[in-house]
């Protein structure tokens, strides 16, 4: 397995959710194994971010994105979704993240279909709410480090470059300006 290194993480965070399309997310469960790979990605700074959890001060919330780059950060929302982000920025920063918004399925479909109660595979994980739901990516994750073999990590994925499309930040009000969601198609 070729984890992405902790220095993967420790560079510029929207260099970071460029640097993550393509790449592998992997979720073991015992001995069953999802993975698929990460397609849509937003980057989330610090003071320079209006739209970022850190851009006041930290909070128990947010307090993953102040700490080691390289774990993952995963927080509730809208009382009903958890989201997963891993902790990126660049080491002059004290605070940054990537939110992983996609995933294009790999291994463990009937898994993600089960986790998520459905059946329909073009809308398994193609939105952050819903691949929480179908790695079963929960407040247990917060804090894992995924730059080693912890049930839950990011390895090298495609080979080929992508073109990437930057657009604006999705549910956002804040930040509008600056175009740090991240996509890639693959088929």
Same mark, same amino acid.
């Given at each position: 397995?070729?984890?992405?290194?902790?220095?993967?993480?420790?560079?510029?965070?929207? %260099? =970071?959710?460029?640097?993550?399309?393509?790449?592998?997310?992997?979720?073991? !469960?015992?001995?069953?194994?999802?993975?698929?790979?990460?397609?849509?990605?937003?980057?989330?700074?610090?003071?320079?971010? $209006?739209?970022?959890?850190?851009?006041?001060?930290? %909070?128990?919330?947010?307090?993953?994105?102040?700490?080691?780059?390289?774990?993952?950060? =995963?927080?509730?929302?809208?009382?009903?979704? +958890?989201?997963?982000? =891993?902790?990126?920025?660049? $080491?002059?920063?004290?605070?940054?993240? =990537?939110?992983?918004?996609?995933?294009?399925?790999?291994?463990? !479909?009937?898994?993600?279909?089960?986790?998520?109660?459905?059946?329909?595979?073009?809308?398994? %994980?193609?939105? $952050?709410?819903?691949?929480?739901?179908?790695?079963? !990516? %929960?407040?247990?994750?917060?804090?894992?480090?995924?730059?080693?073999?912890?049930?839950?990590?990011?390895?090298?994925?495609?080979?080929?470059?992508?073109?990437? +499309?930057?657009? $604006?930040?999705?549910? !956002?009000?804040?930040?509008?300006?600056?175009?740090?969601?991240?996509?890639?198609?693959?088929?």
């Amino acid at each position: 397995m070729n984890f992405l290194p902790r220095e993967f993480y420790s560079r510029n965070t929207v %260099t =970071v959710a460029k640097g993550l399309l393509g790449k592998r997310l992997v979720r073991k !469960i015992g001995n069953q194994m999802i993975s698929g790979i990460i397609t849509e990605t937003e980057a989330y700074g610090h003071t320079d971010d $209006p739209a970022s959890h850190a851009f006041r001060r930290e %909070t128990e919330r947010n307090k993953p994105m102040f700490e080691e780059v390289g774990r993952a950060y =995963v927080y509730f929302t809208y009382g009903m979704y +958890f989201c997963f982000n =891993v902790v990126a920025r660049n $080491p002059k920063l004290k605070a940054g993240a =990537v939110l992983i918004r996609s995933i294009e399925p790999e291994d463990g !479909i009937n898994i993600m279909k089960k986790n998520r109660g459905k059946d329909d595979e073009k809308n398994l %994980t193609n939105g $952050p709410g819903k691949l929480t739901q179908a790695f079963n !990516i %929960t407040k247990k994750q917060c804090g894992v480090d995924l730059t080693k073999d912890s049930g839950l990590y990011i390895s090298e994925g495609l080979q080929t470059r992508r073109k990437i +499309f930057a657009t $604006p930040r999705i549910g !956002i009000k804040t930040g509008l300006e600056n175009l740090w969601n991240f996509k890639i198609k693959i088929s």
